[in-house]
């Protein structure tokens, strides 16, 4: 086990154990048996230290969600999704809370990834039609409520004491806002649903590898079809 490695396992030991979602530095080094100037120049500072950490806690959790195979019902998936963020939520609070930490002020790279693998969920629900509004919205309106539920369940357990069903609750209403109901195979968005096609062209547009358009009028198209998505 190289030093770097070394040090994130020892940090993350005592993350995991820490009432207080924090590890000092000097514990960190004592527990890997290396010196500060060591850690230092693996990690530049604290913060760094902690955004590896996080990301190494995350690793799990993230290669499950790269390795799973779509189903054919995107919908299903973005549900499933969602249940698994709050399990992992619940079952590694600490590493949780720091990812969301207002003291870190780069956000980890375990953030960016699992919003981009949000975001490709939600762009096959586009291109399924079930999607209300662009994958770029339902993104932003998915994120935010799944971590809110988590952290409030983590942190204000006597307040929310049936977590499961808090936490399915407020999927249901997330999910119904974002997609369509279920319909028929071959079935057609009813009339006048603006939004869902110019959703699903959209997505459908991003994932060709070829295009007749050229860039300039495939980046105007896409973004008119996103103002339509997501037209009040």
């Known amino acids: 086990m190289d030093t770097r490695t070394r040090i994130l396992h020892a940090a993350a030991d005592l993350l995991a154990r820490s009432p207080e979602a924090d590890v ?7 527990a890997a048996g290396v010196g500060a100037p060591v850690l230092y ?7 760094g230290l902690l955004s590896a950490v996080v990301d190494f806690g995350f690793e799990q959790y993230l290669a499950g969600k790269r390795a799973a195979k779509p189903s054919t019902d995107p919908v299903r998936d973005l ?8 399990s992992f939520a619940l079952e590694n609070p600490n590493f949780y809370r720091l990812m969301y930490s207002p003291g870190l002020s780069t956000p980890p790279d375990a953030a960016a990834e699992a919003h981009a693998l949000l975001l490709a969920v939600l762009e096959r629900c586009a291109s399924a039609g ?10 932003q309106m998915v994120m935010p409520a799944n971590a809110g539920v988590a952290l409030l369940l983590i942190t204000r357990p006597a307040i929310y004491s049936d977590a499961d069903e808090v936490a399915a609750r407020v999927r249901e209403a997330i999910v119904t806002a974002v997609t369509t109901p279920d ?13 869902v096609l110019a959703a699903s062209l959209g997505a459908l547009l991003r994932a060709q590898p070829e295009s007749p358009l050229s860039g300039a009028e495939t980046a105007l198209l896409l973004e008119w079809l996103t103002r339509l998505a997501d037209r009040r």
Do not use: M, Y
């Open 24 to 30: 000092s530095t000097r514990a960190v080094c004592e």
């Open 183 to 195: 319909e028929p195979a071959g079935t057609a968005p009813p009339v006048g649903e603006v939004a």
């Open 41 to 47: 120049r693996q990690f530049g500072d604290k913060e």
């Open 79 to 86: 549900r499933d999704g969602w249940d698994n963020h709050i």
């Open 130 to 139: 079930r999607l209300r509004v662009s994958p770029t919205l339902a993104a």
